[in-house]
């Protein structure tokens, strides 16, 4: 590592103002931070300094979506297997999973990335990070089959129209991501629903079969139009047709625990989440309509669709989502209400999570806002009784 800091330390010059790459100072300072944290000290006036920086913060995310991605990847090629009638190993699996998702993961980042770099050195300031997380998490909640073109333009949408005119990473009102699959929902809503998206019919490089017009519905998909699907530990382990990293509750779970062990995620919102979801699933069992997805238990709900990992990943994002110990618990709890709510009584719409936390990212600044005041007036009332 010594001798990577050197050699960064000698071309630093390079890139500063009256350097030969002067024009790339943002793209160098970018990664010389995300290499080493840095080390520069305020001189004035009084801050407090953490020992963790959002880069860091940001790398523990990436490393808790490790698990539902790879899962993610192996339930690809085992979906394709399965619904082509092909024969296939683990490794044959989990290597057609990996060949048709690594193009999208890639395609998120240059897309996201290029923009952030362009933004960055235009207004002559330092490439932000955020975009290290939204870039993993927008390949992860999509069809496996969604055109690569489509995420492009979606991704460059949200970064440029969700992020960027808010003032970039930290100032945006809704979570990029979330902001990139209603794009593609609501522009492109055949690539985005229905049965024919969740299954990939393409051979790559030899692996699987190529079949035209493959179709598998997901359990929600099911139960919106037909009957409630019997419950199944697949729904748990995640062996079914879904969005890429949205289907293993196990491996949500695992990255849940990393998330809360660090820190960087708050129980309180994840926790009310499903608290929310749970009572919502329960009062539709007892007195909702008589279809059958207000039908299917609240254990059911909170398995499938993208309840668990909106929960998990998507409802803490720090930026979007209420900032007040106790605005987390308003605040989550409609999240999961709200979820369930879309989902039974919306009848053209199976999933709800995401409409869910985008709403609820719109009202986040007012829990806070009664939170305080409510606080205000507590302390106000206790100095008049003390007086």
């Not at 913060?57 to 539902?68: D, T």
Request: charged share 15%; with cysteine; hydrophobic share 50%.
């Amino acid at each position: 590592m010594n001798a990577l800091r050197n050699y960064l330390d000698k071309i630093k010059p390079n890139f500063e103002e009256g350097g030969k790459y002067h024009a790339f100072r943002s793209v160098f300072e970018g990664f010389e931070t995300f290499l080493f944290v840095p080390n520069a000290t305020s001189k004035t006036g009084t801050h407090i300094h953490d020992a963790i920086d959002s880069k860091r913060i940001m790398s523990f995310v990436v490393i808790a979506l490790m698990p539902a991605l790879l899962f993610g990847m192996y339930n690809v090629g085992y979906q394709h297997f399965h619904a082509t009638g092909a024969e296939g190993s683990f490794i044959e699996m989990f290597g057609y999973g990996f060949l048709a998702v690594l193009p999208k993961i890639i395609v998120s980042y240059v897309v996201g990335l290029g923009i952030e770099f362009i933004v960055a050195q235009w207004k002559k300031e330092e490439i932000q990070e955020g975009f290290l997380v939204t870039g993993m998490l927008i390949p992860m909640i999509v069809p496996v089959d969604c055109p690569l073109w489509m995420l492009a333009i979606a991704t460059a949408f949200s970064v440029i129209f969700c992020k960027e005119v808010f003032g970039g990473t930290g100032m945006n009102v809704f979570n990029p991501a979330l902001i990139t699959r209603a794009f593609l929902f609501f522009a492109y809503p055949t690539k985005m629903s229905g049965d024919t998206v969740w299954v990939s019919g393409d051979s790559i490089f030899g692996l699987g079969k190529t079949v035209d017009g493959l179709t598998a519905a997901t359990p929600l998909g099911v139960a919106k139009v037909a009957e409630c699907p019997a419950f199944s530990w697949d729904m748990v382990t995640g062996l079914i047709p879904g969005s890429i990293g949205e289907t293993s509750v196990i491996a949500i779970a695992i990255g849940a625990v990393i998330l809360l062990w660090s820190g960087v995620a708050s129980w309180k919102t994840m926790l009310s989440v499903f608290v929310g979801g749970a009572l919502m699933g329960w009062v539709f069992n007892t007195w909702g309509p008589d279809t059958a997805i207000a039908h299917m238990p609240w254990y059911e709900h909170l398995c499938l669709g993208g309840f668990c990992f909106g929960a998990v990943f998507m409802a803490t994002d720090p930026v979007t989502s209420s900032r007040t110990e106790n605005g987390k618990f308003v605040y989550g709890f409609l999240i999961g209400a709200m979820a369930i709510i879309i989902r039974v009584l919306n009848p053209g719409y199976p999933e709800g999570m995401m409409l869910a936390i985008l709403l609820m990212n719109i009202f986040a600044p007012l829990i806070d806002y009664v939170v305080v005041q409510n606080n205000i007036s507590r302390r106000a009332k206790r100095a008049m009784s003390n007086n």
